[in-house]
């Protein structure tokens, strides 16, 4: 009985440093973002903020994996889901980041405009959504260094 509560507690405490480790990463993110951007080559600096996002995420896994099967902390409460969901939704948001919105985006953004353009009612659908896209790259995100 008492190596079974060792193994618990063990776990817990891996699950601890596991969530702490995501959580620092995720925070510290933005931050290097910033800073690699100003001193790297876009693509390296991109490259490395999305190795960092992943690295949250892989940390994040790991501590999932240890989470208690059963207990008041076997499941996530509501807020917590809601904020995994938000996190991954981030994700997304390399696509509207330089360089890879210049690179891949955009082009196959305005491509898949132009081709649809013709079609009644999903060419002004898909030019709304396309005209938020842009509104959206264009105020929220840091396109180029100063």
Not at 9 to 20: G, H, I, P, S
Not at 63 to 68: D, Q, T, V
Not at 74 to 88: F, G, I, N, S, V
Request: proline fraction near 5%; aromatic fraction near 10%; include cysteine.
């Amino acid at each position: 009985q008492a190596r079974v509560a060792a193994l618990e507690a063990a776990r817990a405490r891996a699950r601890v440093q596991w969530l702490v480790a995501s959580e620092a990463l995720f925070f510290t993110r933005p931050l290097l973002q910033v800073v690699l951007t100003r001193r790297l080559a876009k693509w390296r600096a991109l490259t490395l903020s999305l190795a960092v996002d992943l690295a949250a995420l892989f940390a994040w896994l790991r501590s999932e994996a240890l989470r208690p099967l059963r207990g008041p902390m076997a499941r996530m409460a509501p807020a917590e889901l809601a904020e995994r969901q938000r996190r991954r939704m981030c994700y997304m948001y390399y696509l509207l980041r330089a360089p890879l919105w210049g690179n891949a985006t955009e082009p196959v953004l305005g491509a898949a405009e132009r081709a649809l353009a013709g079609v009644p009612l999903v060419g002004g659908l898909f030019n709304y959504a396309a005209s938020f896209i842009h509104y959206t790259q264009s105020r929220h995100f840091y396109s180029e260094p100063v």
